[in-house]
């Protein structure tokens, strides 16, 4: 069974774009999260998608968007980039409730 | 920002000993969780533990839930150069949908 993909894998954006990421679930899983990796902050939650419908979201501000298609493919979207969105953004797929969730490669956003 | 506080930050050890490391926090979790990340990669998801008290191998590691379900500790026993990475706990409340915490890394350095 695939893995969690994540495309693009690397991207470099200037500050006031906007940027989207994408993110392929483990066939079955309807469980979709993101989160941010940085060195200063660590892994910190952004959101979490389920059949569709956003479930949890963290503590970051409105420019972080996301959604899930129906058939679990999920996208994040960042608007007016800041040089701090820098980071490699990490999707991850979970087949229950509970349970450990497996993630993908990630995405890592250059700002400039 | 974190809740869980894992140590230590980081860990420099000979090839063959064994390893320790634990996350505490201030708040309870349902389900505690530890991966390994190696460089340019997502994490890998190496033990899941779902009780107070739990105890479970997985090879050469193991980990503890613990009592008071503010705490887990990782064993790596007779470590191997391919053990280095960060290692991180997450702990997960299972409440309405999912959204994990995660501790600050141990960065496991092991020297041949």
């Known amino acids: 069974k695939a893995g969690v993909t994540q495309t693009p894998r690397y991207l470099i954006k200037t500050r006031g774009q906007q940027v989207t990421l994408s993110c392929s679930p483990i066939?079955?899983?309807?469980?979709v999260s993101w989160y941010q990796q940085t060195p200063g902050q660590g892994l910190q939650f952004l959101f979490e998608y389920f059949s569709e419908t956003q479930r949890n979201k963290g503590n970051f501000p409105g420019r972080f968007s996301g959604r899930q298609f129906s058939n679990s493919r999920s996208e994040m979207n960042v608007s007016t980039l800041e040089l701090g969105d820098s980071a490699l953004y990490l999707c991850?797929?979970?087949?229950?409730?509970?349970?450990?969730?497996?993630f993908g490669p990630g995405t890592r956003l250059t700002v400039l | 920002g974190q809740q869980l506080n894992q140590n230590p930050q980081s860990m420099f050890i000979q090839e063959g000993e064994d390893v320790s490391m634990n996350c505490t926090s201030s708040?309870?979790?349902?389900?505690w969780l530890w991966y390994k990340q190696d460089p340019g990669e997502g994490p890998v998801l190496l033990i899941a533990l779902y009780k107070a008290g739990e105890l479970t191998s997985n090879g050469r590691l193991t980990a503890q839930f613990g009592i008071t379900r503010k705490d887990s500790f990782l064993n790596i026993s007779a470590s191997i150069p391919s053990d280095v990475g960060i290692y991180f706990c997450?702990?997960?409340?299972?409440?309405?949908?999912?959204?994990?915490?995660f501790g600050g890394g141990t960065r496991l350095m092991v020297k041949p």
């Open positions: 066939s079955g899983h309807r469980s």
């Open positions: 997450a702990g997960d409340s299972n409440n309405a949908g999912n959204m994990l915490t």
């Open positions: 991850a797929s979970r087949l229950r409730t509970s349970g450990g969730e497996f």
């Open positions: 708040s309870i979790f349902n389900t």
